[in-house]
C-alpha cells in the first residue's frame, strides 16, 4: 500500500471537516476496515488520506420500547451477541452470522457493510425486509433515509459529500428469516439470499432478494401474493413464481443465471414458510 | 505400540516454531519476482534501470545471468528467466531485492516489461476439440503422448453385449498449505545456501544446480519447519530467484510469496477431459477404452510424468481382459502441471468408479457386485503387465460393502450411501538412507527430512527405530541436518516416508545392533532396553550397559554410530503393451475403501456428507496416532475435491480465483464423523510390512460422494467438483 | 493528530506508534517490527484467520488490521498467552487430542478459541465453540482432531 494519512477525529464534526479536506477519490472512511483494507490489497481505490471513525461515540445498541437504533461503527459481533437480538429480529441474528467469521464480526460494522453496498452483502436484504433507516450526519446537517433509497446499486449509496451513517434504525421487531445459499456453509458470500418479514404493524410481507445485482431489492410482486399472516402453499408459490420472473438476474463465476433464478424461487418459498410457521419468530 | 504425544506440538503451540515465511537474518535483502504480464508472449525487452534506479535496489534478468554463473551448464530448455519467449501468465522474467520488502515490491513493479504478446491458450477443449488425431504428435501443443493396448479393442466392442460410452471433466485443484512458500539464501565461500520451506531439501538441492548449471556438492539447503507441502513444495520453486539475488548483492536475501502468487505461480493439478469406453457381456467386463486429455500448463515436451503414470488409475484397480488407453498431456498457457496429493489419482478414481458404477446400472447388474468382481487380488496381473503384490483392498472392500449395507438401511429420503475404492503405489522415490546414534541414554535417528506435519518423520521414523531395537519411544529421537551432513533421502512426498526411508532407518538399527551383538561376543540377536536410565544391550538373559561397550571416544560423544539405506525397486510392466510414451509400474500396492454417507437438498443441489468410513490397507500401522491423523485429514482434503475446489481459468490465461475466499477449501463445520478402519496384514515393503499411508486416503473420496449423490436422487454428475449447481442440473431442476 | 503519544499495548508492553506508518498492517508490526513470528501469515485476505490475534480479549484479524486503530488497544499475541491459564489449557487440549500437525494454523485457532472462551465464558459448551471457529482454515487435520480438542477443554478453565 502507498504511504497513506490517517487521522482519527474525535467529533462528528471534527470527521467532517477530514472528509472535506480533500476530492472524494483521495479520502476514505473506515470504520471496521476489514473491507476498505481487502479492497487496497485488490488495488482498488488509493486513498491519500484514510479517516477512522474509531473515536466516534457510535458504538451503541439502544432498545426504545419497539425501534432499534444501532449505532453505525458498532462491531456486528457486539449486536450478534446482544441477548435480545435474536428474540426480536431472528433474521437480523441470522444474516449477522451470515457475514465472515468471528473474528471479522469483531471489527466489520454495520455502516461499513452498508457504506460498502456490495451487492452480495448478507445485510441489505434483511435491512430491506425490516424497513430499516439510516441516519445520516453531514456538512448539511441531518437526515433519515430508507435503506431501499440509501443503498442505490454496487458499491453506490446515497450518501453525499463529506456525509457519513450515524446509526441503523429498525422501526419493530418482526418474525423473520435469512436464508442463503452458498458454496460451503461457513465464511463465504451467498450466490442468492433471500429475507422474508411479517410486519404486525402493518399486517404485510416483506421480500428481498440479494445476490441479483446490482443491488439487493425488495419484490412488491411477490409481497402482494401473501394475503394474510398464514399464506396458503399456493399463494407461497405465486410469490416464488413472481419473484423470478420479475428478478433480473446475471450469471457470474459463482454461479449461472438459471441456478441463481431458481435459487430465488426456492429459497422465497422457504423463507415465507419459515416465518409463517413460527421458525423466524424465535431463535434459530 | 505405544506413542508419545509429538515433540514439535508444543513449540508449534507456543508460535515458537521457525517456518521460511519466518526466517531473518541481519543485513538481509527482502526480494519480489517481476511477472510477466501476459500468458504467451515474445519477451521484446526487461528494462531493470528503473528498479536499480531505487536506493539500495539490487535487479537480476536473464542478461545477467551469464556474469552470476560463469562457466555454468544451464539446461537451455529450462532458463531461470525466459529470454525467448514467457508461457504462462506471471511468469517470472527478473527478480529484484531491497532493503524492504516495500521497496522490492515497488522495485519489481517499476521494472519495464516489454512483452509481445501471441495468442495464449488456456482451454485444454479450445487446443484439442475432438481427440487428437495421429498428426497430433508433433504438435508444440502436446508434451506427451501414451499409449498402450492389449487385444483389438475394435472387434472387442462389435461382439460386445453392450458398450457403455461416456465422457468425464475434472477442474483444477491446488495444494492451499496454509504455509505460502519462502525462503532465505546466501552464497557464501563459493557455496550456494538456501534455507527453505521443502519437502525435498535433496531434490531441491538437485533442482538449484540443475537450475543454475552448478555442482550439487556447491549447493546446501536447509530446511525449516513446513506449514504442509501436499505435494507443492516438492520441487525447487524459489530458491534460485533468491541465490541468484544473493550472489549479485554479496547479502542475504529473502523471498516469500505473498498468498494470492501461491495461487498464480503454483505448479499443481489441471484440468481433464477423460472418455471412458466400457464393453460387457454377460455381466463381465470384456473390453475398456480409455482416452485422456490432460493439461499440463506450460511443462516443457518429454519432461512430462502425469500423462502416463495417471492413466494407470483409470485402468486399475480392476481385470480387463482387453484394453487400448491413450493419453494426451496438452500444453496450454497456465504455469506447469505439478504434483498433488496423490497427483491426479482422485480425479481418476471419480471418474473410473462413476464410470463402472453407471455401467453396471446400464447392464442391470448390481453395481457393488459388478466391481467386486473385477476388482483385483493378490496375484491377478494389472493390464500392463505387472503382477499384484499383497493387497488389502479386497479385505477393504468387504468392510466397506458391509457398512454401506447398514448405513442404506438407516438412510431417510433424499439420502444415500456410496462405496468406492482406489489404490495407490506407495514407497517409491529413488530411495533413502539414515543414520543411527547411540549415546549411553539414547538413539538419535539422524536424517536429512523435516517434519512436514504428518508426523511421518518425528513419530513414524521414531517408532520404527524403538520396534527395531527395543527401546521404548521416550528414548528415540529423530534430528534433522541439512544437505551438507545428512544422508541423501529422496523427500518427504509420494507416500514413501515411513515406508522407505523407514526402512533405512529399520536398516541402521539393525546393524547397530550386529555391531552390539559382535562387541558382546554373542551369536544371537541383541536387544536394546532401559535399566536405571541407561541404555542396555539384551541377549538372553544376559544384560550389559551400551556404556560399557563402547570406545573412549564413542563414550566421550560420538556414541555408536551405524547406517541403512534402503533403494526399493518397483516392479515391472510389459514393455510388449506400450505403443508411444512411458508407462510406470508401481511399488507397494495399496488399496483404500471408503463409504459415505450424503443427504442432498432436493431443492437446491447442495450435497452434505453426514457420515464417512474409511478402510486403509496399509501393511502394519506403525504409529496408531499418526496413521488415523493422515485418514482423517486426507479424506477432508477429498472433500474439497468432490464438493467445493475449482480453480477457475479466463480463456486468456488468468486464474479467476486466485484467493481463499473463492477458492473454497473445507471449514470446521463441513466435516462428518469419520470412522477410520486398518486392515493389516497384506505386506509392503516397509517396515514390518508397513506401506505409506499419507496419500492413499484422498483418492475415493469424491467417487464416494459421487455414488452416493447418485443413489440418493439418481443424479449423475460427469463433472468434479459436484458443485450445487451440477447437482441441481443434473436433476433437470434447471 | 492526538492528544499525547500514541501506543498500543502487546503482552503487556507498550509500543509507540510514533515512528509505525499509517499504513502498516498490525500483522506486520506484530511479526516484523516485534519479531513475534508466533501469528502466521496466511491468505492476507481474512479468510485463514492464522492471524488472529487478540485486541481487548477480543479476536481480530491482524491482517485486516491497521496498527494504528488498535491506539489504546491491549493487544495478545499467542506468544502473550505462555503464562495464561486459558492459554494452557487449549494447549494442553490440542496436545492430547494430537490436534496439531504442520502447525502453520495452530497459532491461529489457539487464540481464536481464548478469545472464544473469554467472551462466551467458560461454561460454553464445545458445539457453541465450535459453531464460532469457522473463520478459522485447517488443511492437515481435517479438523476432527481440533474437535476433540475442544471437547477436551475443562468447563471450569480460570
Given at each position: 500500500?502507498?504511504?497513506?494519512?490517517?487521522?482519527?477525529?474525535?467529533?462528528?464534526?471534527a470527521?467532517?471537516?477530514?472528509?472535506?479536506s480533500?476530492?472524494?477519490g483521495?479520502?476514505?472512511?473506515?470504520?471496521?476496515?476489514?473491507?476498505l483494507?481487502?479492497d487496497?490489497?485488490?488495488g482498488?481505490?488509493?486513498p491519500k488520506?484514510?479517516?477512522s471513525?474509531?473515536?466516534?461515540?457510535?458504538?451503541?445498541?439502544?432498545?426504545?420500547?419497539?425501534?432499534?437504533?444501532?449505532?453505525?461503527t458498532?462491531p456486528?459481533?457486539?449486536?450478534?451477541?446482544?441477548?435480545?437480538?435474536?428474540?426480536?429480529?431472528?433474521?437480523?441474528?441470522q444474516?449477522?452470522?451470515?457475514v465472515?467469521?468471528?473474528?471479522?464480526?469483531?471489527?466489520?460494522?454495520?455502516?461499513g457493510n452498508?457504506?460498502?453496498?456490495a451487492?452480495?452483502?448478507?445485510l441489505?436484504?434483511?435491512l430491506l425486509a425490516?424497513?430499516?433507516?439510516?441516519d445520516?450526519?453531514?456538512?448539511?446537517?441531518e437526515?433519515r433515509?430508507?435503506?431501499?433509497r440509501?443503498?442505490?446499486?454496487?458499491?453506490?449509496?446515497?450518501l453525499?459529500?463529506?456525509?457519513?451513517?450515524?446509526?441503523v434504525r429498525?422501526?419493530?421487531?418482526?418474525?423473520?428469516?435469512?436464508l442463503?445459499?452458498r458454496v460451503?456453509?461457513?465464511n463465504?458470500?451467498?450466490?442468492?439470499?433471500?429475507?422474508?418479514?411479517y410486519s404486525?404493524?402493518?399486517?404485510?410481507?416483506r421480500?428481498?432478494?440479494?445476490?441479483v445485482?446490482?443491488?439487493?431489492?425488495?419484490?412488491p410482486?411477490a409481497?402482494?401474493?401473501?394475503r394474510?399472516?398464514d399464506?396458503?402453499?399456493d399463494?407461497v408459490?405465486a410469490?416464488s413464481?413472481?419473484?423470478?420472473?420479475?428478478?433480473?438476474?446475471?450469471t457470474d463465476?459463482r454461479a449461472?443465471?438459471e441456478?441463481r433464478?431458481?435459487?430465488?424461487?426456492?429459497?422465497?418459498?422457504?423463507?415465507?414458510?419459515?416465518?409463517r410457521?413460527?421458525?423466524?419468530?424465535?431463535p434459530? | 505400540?505405544?506413542s508419545?504425544?509429538?515433540p514439535?506440538?508444543?513449540?508449534?503451540?507456543?508460535?515458537s516454531?521457525v517456518?521460511?515465511?519466518?526466517?531473518?537474518?541481519?543485513g538481509?535483502l527482502?526480494?519480489?519476482?517481476?511477472?510477466?504480464?501476459?500468458?504467451?508472449g515474445?519477451?521484446?525487452s526487461v528494462?531493470l534501470?528503473?528498479?536499480r534506479?531505487?536506493?539500495?535496489?539490487?535487479?537480476?534478468?536473464a542478461a545477467?545471468?551469464?556474469?552470476?554463473?560463469?562457466?555454468a551448464?544451464?539446461?537451455?530448455?529450462?532458463?531461470?528467466?525466459p529470454s525467448?519467449t514467457v508461457v504462462y501468465r506471471?511468469q517470472?522474467v527478473a527478480a529484484?531485492a531491497?532493503?524492504?520488502?516495500?521497496?522490492?515490491?515497488?522495485?519489481?513493479r517499476?521494472v519495464r516489461?516489454?512483452?509481445?504478446p501471441l495468442?495464449?491458450?488456456?482451454?485444454l477443449?479450445?487446443?484439442?476439440?475432438?481427440w487428437?488425431?495421429?498428426?497430433?504428435?508433433?504438435?508444440?501443443?502436446?508434451?506427451?503422448?501414451?499409449?498402450a493396448?492389449?487385444g483389438?479393442?475394435?472387434?472387442?466392442f462389435?461382439?460386445?453385449?453392450?458398450?457403455?460410452?461416456?465422457?468425464?471433466?475434472?477442474?483444477s485443484?491446488?495444494?492451499v498449505a496454509?504455509?505460502?512458500?519462502a525462503?532465505?539464501a546466501e552464497?557464501?565461500?563459493?557455496?550456494?545456501?538456501?534455507?527453505?520451506?521443502?519437502?525435498t531439501?535433496?531434490?531441491?538441492?538437485?533442482?538449484?544446480a540443475?537450475?543454475l548449471?552448478?555442482?550439487?556438492?556447491?549447493?546446501?539447503?536447509e530446511g525449516?519447519?513446513?506449514?504442509?507441502?501436499?505435494?507443492?513444495?516438492?520441487?525447487?520453486l524459489?530458491?534460485?530467484?533468491a541465490?541468484l539475488?544473493?550472489?549479485?548483492?554479496?547479502?542475504?536475501v529473502?523471498l516469500?510469496l505473498?498468498?494470492?502468487?501461491e495461487?498464480?505461480?503454483?505448479?499443481?493439478?489441471?484440468p481433464?477431459v477423460i472418455?471412458?469406453?466400457?464393453?460387457?457381456?454377460?455381466?463381465?467386463?470384456?473390453?475398456?477404452?480409455?482416452?485422456?486429455?490432460?493439461?499440463?500448463?506450460?511443462?516443457?515436451?518429454?519432461?512430462?510424468?502425469?500423462?502416463g503414470?495417471?492413466?494407470?488409475?483409470?485402468?486399475?484397480?480392476?481385470?480387463?481382459?482387453?484394453?487400448?488407453?491413450?493419453?494426451?498431456?496438452?500444453?496450454?498457457?497456465?504455469?506447469?502441471?505439478?504434483?498433488?496429493?496423490?497427483?491426479?489419482?482422485?480425479?481418476?478414481?471419480f471418474?473410473?468408479?462413476s464410470?463402472?458404477?453407471?455401467?453396471?446400472?446400464?447392464?442391470?447388474?448390481d453395481?457393488i457386485?459388478?466391481?467386486?468382481?473385477?476388482?483385483?487380488?493378490?496375484g491377478?496381473v494389472?493390464?500392463?503387465?505387472?503382477?499384484v503384490?499383497?493387497?488389502?483392498l479386497?479385505?477393504?472392500?468387504?468392510?466397506?460393502?458391509?457398512?454401506?449395507?447398514?448405513?442404506?438401511?438407516e438412510?431417510?429420503?433424499?439420502?444415500?450411501?456410496g462405496?468406492?475404492?482406489?489404490f495407490?503405489?506407495?514407497g517409491?522415490?529413488?530411495?533413502g538412507e539414515?543414520r543411527?546414534?547411540?549415546?549411553a541414554t539414547g538413539?538419535?535417528?539422524?536424517?536429512g527430512?523435516?517434519?512436514?506435519?504428518?508426523g511421518s518423520?518425528?513419530?513414524?521414523?521414531?517408532?520404527?527405530?524403538a520396534?527395531?531395537?527395543?527401546?521404548?519411544?521416550?528414548?528415540?529421537a529423530?534430528?534433522?541436518?541439512?544437505?551438507a551432513?545428512?544422508p541423501?533421502?529422496?523427500?518427504v512426498?509420494g507416500?514413501?516416508?515411513?515406508?522407505a526411508?523407514?526402512?533405512?532407518?529399520?536398516?541402521?538399527?539393525?546393524?547397530?545392533?550386529k555391531d552390539?551383538?559382535?562387541?558382546l561376543?554373542?551369536?544371537?540377536?541383541?536387544?536394546?532396553?532401559?535399566d536405571?536410565?541407561?541404555?542396555?544391550?539384551?541377549?538372553g538373559?544376559?544384560?550389559?550397559p551400551?556404556?560399557e561397550l563402547?570406545?573412549?571416544?564413542?563414550?566421550?560423544g560420538g556414541?555408536v554410530v551405524?547406517?541403512?539405506?534402503?533403494?526399493g525397486?518397483?516392479?515391472?510392466?510389459d514393455?510388449?503393451?506400450?505403443?508411444?510414451?512411458?508407462?510406470y509400474?508401481?511399488h507397494?500396492?495399496?488399496g483404500t475403501?471408503?463409504?459415505?454417507?450424503?443427504?442432498?437438498?432436493?431443492?437446491?443441489?447442495?450435497?452434505?456428507?453426514?457420515?464417512y468410513?474409511a478402510?486403509?490397507?496399509v501393511?502394519?500401522v506403525?504409529?496408531?496416532?499418526?496413521?488415523?491423523?493422515?485418514?482423517?485429514?486426507?479424506?477432508?482434503?477429498g472433500?474439497?475435491?468432490?464438493?467445493?475446489?475449482?480453480a477457475?481459468?479466463?480463456?486468456?490465461?488468468?486464474?479467476?480465483n486466485?484467493?481463499?475466499?473463492?477458492?473454497?477449501?473445507?471449514?470446521?463445520g463441513?466435516?462428518?464423523?469419520?470412522d477410520?478402519t486398518?486392515?493389516e496384514?497384506?505386506?509392503?515393503?516397509g517396515?514390518?510390512?508397513?506401506?505409506?499411508?499419507?496419500?492413499?486416503?484422498?483418492?475415493p473420496?469424491a467417487a464416494a460422494?459421487?455414488?452416493?449423490?447418485r443413489?440418493?436422487?439418481?443424479a449423475?454428475?460427469?463433472?468434479l467438483?459436484?458443485s450445487?449447481?451440477?447437482?441441481?442440473?443434473?436433476?433437470?431442476?434447471l | 493528530m492526538?492528544?499525547g503519544?500514541a501506543?498500543?499495548?502487546v503482552?503487556?508492553r507498550?509500543?509507540p506508534?510514533?515512528d509505525?506508518?499509517?499504513?502498516?498492517r498490525l500483522?506486520d508490526t506484530v511479526?516484523?517490527?516485534?519479531?513475534l513470528?508466533?501469528?502466521?501469515?496466511?491468505?492476507r485476505?481474512g479468510d485463514?484467520?492464522?492471524?488472529?490475534v487478540?485486541?481487548?480479549?477480543?479476536?481480530?484479524l491482524?491482517?485486516?488490521?491497521l496498527t494504528?486503530e488498535?491506539?489504546?488497544?491491549?493487544l495478545t499475541t499467542?506468544?502473550?498467552?505462555?503464562?495464561?491459564?486459558?492459554g494452557?489449557?487449549?494447549?494442553?487440549?490440542?496436545e492430547?487430542?494430537g490436534?496439531?500437525?504442520?502447525?502453520?494454523?495452530?497459532?491461529?485457532?489457539?487464540v481464536?478459541?481464548?478469545?472464544?472462551?473469554?467472551e462466551?465464558?467458560?461454561?460454553?459448551?464445545a458445539?457453541?465453540?465450535?459453531d464460532d471457529?469457522?473463520?478459522?482454515?485447517?488443511?492437515?487435520t481435517?479438523?476432527l482432531?481440533?474437535?476433540?480438542?475442544?471437547?477436551?477443554?475443562?468447563?471450569?478453565v480460570?
Amino acid at each position: 500500500m502507498p504511504p497513506l494519512s490517517l487521522v482519527a477525529p474525535a467529533s462528528v464534526e471534527a470527521a467532517i471537516a477530514e472528509l472535506r479536506s480533500g476530492p472524494p477519490g483521495e479520502v476514505a472512511v473506515l470504520a471496521g476496515g476489514t473491507d476498505l483494507l481487502f479492497d487496497l490489497d485488490s488495488g482498488r481505490g488509493a486513498p491519500k488520506k484514510v479517516v477512522s471513525l474509531r473515536r466516534l461515540p457510535w458504538r451503541t445498541i439502544d432498545w426504545n420500547g419497539p425501534i432499534l437504533t444501532v449505532g453505525s461503527t458498532l462491531p456486528l459481533r457486539s449486536l450478534e451477541r446482544d441477548p435480545d437480538l435474536a428474540s426480536r429480529h431472528p433474521g437480523l441474528f441470522q444474516a449477522i452470522r451470515a457475514v465472515g467469521s468471528v473474528q471479522l464480526r469483531h471489527r466489520a460494522t454495520l455502516g461499513g457493510n452498508l457504506g460498502r453496498a456490495a451487492p452480495a452483502s448478507d445485510l441489505v436484504p434483511i435491512l430491506l425486509a425490516l424497513d430499516a433507516d439510516v441516519d445520516l450526519v453531514g456538512p448539511l446537517g441531518e437526515r433519515r433515509l430508507s435503506v431501499d433509497r440509501f443503498v442505490l446499486g454496487s458499491r453506490q449509496t446515497a450518501l453525499g459529500p463529506a456525509e457519513l451513517v450515524r446509526s441503523v434504525r429498525f422501526p419493530e421487531p418482526r418474525p423473520s428469516t435469512y436464508l442463503w445459499q452458498r458454496v460451503r456453509p461457513a465464511n463465504d458470500i451467498s450466490q442468492v439470499a433471500v429475507a422474508a418479514a411479517y410486519s404486525p404493524s402493518d399486517r404485510g410481507w416483506r421480500i428481498a432478494v440479494g445476490g441479483v445485482p446490482p443491488r439487493a431489492v425488495r419484490v412488491p410482486e411477490a409481497e402482494s401474493e401473501l394475503r394474510s399472516p398464514d399464506p396458503s402453499d399456493d399463494e407461497v408459490r405465486a410469490a416464488s413464481e413472481r419473484a423470478m420472473r420479475r428478478l433480473s438476474i446475471a450469471t457470474d463465476r459463482r454461479a449461472s443465471e438459471e441456478y441463481r433464478r431458481h435459487l430465488v424461487g426456492t429459497l422465497l418459498g422457504r423463507a415465507v414458510r419459515a416465518v409463517r410457521n413460527g421458525a423466524g419468530g424465535s431463535p434459530p | 505400540m505405544s506413542s508419545s504425544i509429538r515433540p514439535d506440538s508444543r513449540p508449534k503451540l507456543e508460535g515458537s516454531a521457525v517456518y521460511g515465511v519466518d526466517l531473518e537474518v541481519p543485513g538481509m535483502l527482502w526480494a519480489a519476482l517481476v511477472p510477466s504480464p501476459v500468458a504467451h508472449g515474445r519477451v521484446r525487452s526487461v528494462d531493470l534501470a528503473p528498479a536499480r534506479a531505487l536506493e539500495g535496489v539490487v535487479a537480476v534478468g536473464a542478461a545477467d545471468l551469464e556474469r552470476l554463473l560463469p562457466g555454468a551448464h544451464v539446461d537451455p530448455d529450462r532458463p531461470v528467466f525466459p529470454s525467448g519467449t514467457v508461457v504462462y501468465r506471471n511468469q517470472p522474467v527478473a527478480a529484484v531485492a531491497a532493503p524492504t520488502l516495500e521497496r522490492a515490491r515497488a522495485a519489481a513493479r517499476a521494472v519495464r516489461v516489454e512483452v509481445d504478446p501471441l495468442p495464449a491458450v488456456a482451454d485444454l477443449e479450445e487446443v484439442f476439440p475432438e481427440w487428437p488425431g495421429p498428426c497430433a504428435d508433433g504438435s508444440p501443443h502436446l508434451a506427451a503422448h501414451v499409449r498402450a493396448r492389449d487385444g483389438d479393442i475394435e472387434s472387442v466392442f462389435r461382439a460386445a453385449g453392450t458398450v457403455v460410452r461416456e465422457t468425464y471433466r475434472t477442474s483444477s485443484v491446488h495444494q492451499v498449505a496454509i504455509e505460502p512458500h519462502a525462503c532465505l539464501a546466501e552464497v557464501t565461500d563459493g557455496r550456494w545456501r538456501v534455507r527453505t520451506s521443502t519437502q525435498t531439501p535433496f531434490g531441491t538441492r538437485e533442482d538449484v544446480a540443475s537450475l543454475l548449471g552448478v555442482p550439487e556438492e556447491s549447493v546446501v539447503v536447509e530446511g525449516t519447519w513446513v506449514g504442509g507441502g501436499f505435494g507443492g513444495k516438492g520441487a525447487a520453486l524459489l530458491e534460485p530467484y533468491a541465490l541468484l539475488l544473493a550472489k549479485a548483492s554479496g547479502r542475504p536475501v529473502k523471498l516469500a510469496l505473498r498468498y494470492r502468487e501461491e495461487f498464480l505461480l503454483g505448479r499443481t493439478t489441471l484440468p481433464s477431459v477423460i472418455r471412458m469406453e466400457t464393453a460387457v457381456t454377460n455381466g463381465r467386463i470384456v473390453g475398456r477404452r480409455v482416452r485422456l486429455l490432460l493439461d499440463v500448463g506450460a511443462s516443457l515436451p518429454g519432461r512430462d510424468f502425469a500423462t502416463g503414470y495417471s492413466i494407470g488409475f483409470l485402468l486399475g484397480p480392476y481385470r480387463t481382459p482387453a484394453f487400448e488407453v491413450e493419453g494426451y498431456a496438452v500444453r496450454t498457457n497456465k504455469p506447469p502441471f505439478g504434483p498433488h496429493r496423490a497427483p491426479f489419482a482422485p480425479q481418476c478414481a471419480f471418474v473410473l468408479e462413476s464410470h463402472l458404477d453407471h455401467v453396471a446400472r446400464e447392464v442391470g447388474v448390481d453395481p457393488i457386485a459388478f466391481r467386486a468382481d473385477h476388482l483385483w487380488k493378490e496375484g491377478d496381473v494389472t493390464p500392463l503387465g505387472q503382477r499384484v503384490g499383497p493387497f488389502g483392498l479386497p479385505s477393504a472392500f468387504e468392510a466397506a460393502r458391509a457398512v454401506a449395507a447398514r448405513w442404506r438401511a438407516e438412510a431417510g429420503p433424499d439420502s444415500g450411501v456410496g462405496v468406492a475404492v482406489g489404490f495407490w503405489s506407495t514407497g517409491t522415490g529413488a530411495g533413502g538412507e539414515a543414520r543411527v546414534r547411540l549415546s549411553a541414554t539414547g538413539l538419535a535417528v539422524v536424517q536429512g527430512e523435516r517434519e512436514i506435519g504428518s508426523g511421518s518423520v518425528l513419530a513414524g521414523l521414531a517408532s520404527v527405530a524403538a520396534r527395531s531395537s527395543g527401546l521404548p519411544r521416550e528414548r528415540v529421537a529423530v534430528t534433522y541436518e541439512d544437505t551438507a551432513h545428512a544422508p541423501f533421502d529422496s523427500g518427504v512426498f509420494g507416500s514413501r516416508t515411513t515406508a522407505a526411508l523407514g526402512r533405512a532407518v529399520e536398516e541402521a538399527v539393525l546393524a547397530l545392533l550386529k555391531d552390539l551383538a559382535k562387541r558382546l561376543g554373542s551369536t544371537g540377536p541383541v536387544r536394546l532396553g532401559v535399566d536405571a536410565g541407561e541404555v542396555v544391550v539384551e541377549h538372553g538373559t544376559a544384560r550389559r550397559p551400551v556404556r560399557e561397550l563402547m570406545t573412549e571416544a564413542e563414550r566421550s560423544g560420538g556414541g555408536v554410530v551405524a547406517s541403512g539405506r534402503h533403494y526399493g525397486k518397483a516392479g515391472t510392466i510389459d514393455e510388449g503393451k506400450v505403443e508411444a510414451g512411458t508407462f510406470y509400474p508401481y511399488h507397494d500396492f495399496t488399496g483404500t475403501a471408503h463409504v459415505a454417507a450424503v443427504a442432498v437438498d432436493r431443492e437446491t443441489g447442495t450435497v452434505r456428507v453426514v457420515r464417512y468410513a474409511a478402510f486403509q490397507d496399509v501393511g502394519t500401522v506403525i504409529d496408531r496416532p499418526t496413521a488415523s491423523a493422515q485418514v482423517e485429514g486426507g479424506v477432508v482434503m477429498g472433500l474439497g475435491t468432490a464438493l467445493t475446489e475449482e480453480a477457475l481459468w479466463s480463456a486468456d490465461g488468468r486464474l479467476l480465483n486466485p484467493g481463499l475466499l473463492d477458492y473454497r477449501i473445507p471449514t470446521l463445520g463441513e466435516v462428518p464423523p469419520i470412522d477410520v478402519t486398518f486392515v493389516e496384514g497384506f505386506a509392503g515393503s516397509g517396515p514390518f510390512g508397513a506401506k505409506g499411508l499419507g496419500e492413499p486416503p484422498m483418492i475415493p473420496v469424491a467417487a464416494a460422494v459421487a455414488l452416493a449423490v447418485r443413489e440418493a436422487t439418481g443424479a449423475h454428475v460427469t463433472e468434479l467438483p459436484l458443485s450445487a449447481e451440477r447437482v441441481a442440473r443434473a436433476l433437470k431442476m434447471l | 493528530m492526538t492528544d499525547g503519544p500514541a501506543s498500543v499495548t502487546v503482552n503487556g508492553r507498550p509500543l509507540p506508534l510514533g515512528d509505525v506508518p499509517a499504513s502498516e498492517r498490525l500483522l506486520d508490526t506484530v511479526r516484523w517490527r516485534l519479531g513475534l513470528k508466533g501469528t502466521k501469515e496466511g491468505c492476507r485476505s481474512g479468510d485463514c484467520g492464522a492471524c488472529t490475534v487478540l485486541a481487548d480479549g477480543v479476536s481480530v484479524l491482524s491482517c485486516l488490521t491497521l496498527t494504528h486503530e488498535m491506539e489504546g488497544r491491549a493487544l495478545t499475541t499467542v506468544e502473550g498467552l505462555a503464562d495464561d491459564p486459558m492459554g494452557r489449557a487449549v494447549r494442553e487440549a490440542f496436545e492430547r487430542a494430537g490436534a496439531v500437525q504442520c502447525g502453520y494454523c495452530t497459532p491461529g485457532f489457539v487464540v481464536a478459541l481464548v478469545g472464544l472462551l473469554r467472551e462466551r465464558g467458560t461454561s460454553a459448551s464445545a458445539s457453541e465453540l465450535l459453531d464460532d471457529l469457522g473463520g478459522n482454515l485447517c488443511r492437515c487435520t481435517g479438523y476432527l482432531a481440533i474437535r476433540r480438542a475442544v471437547a477436551l477443554l475443562p468447563k471450569e478453565v480460570p
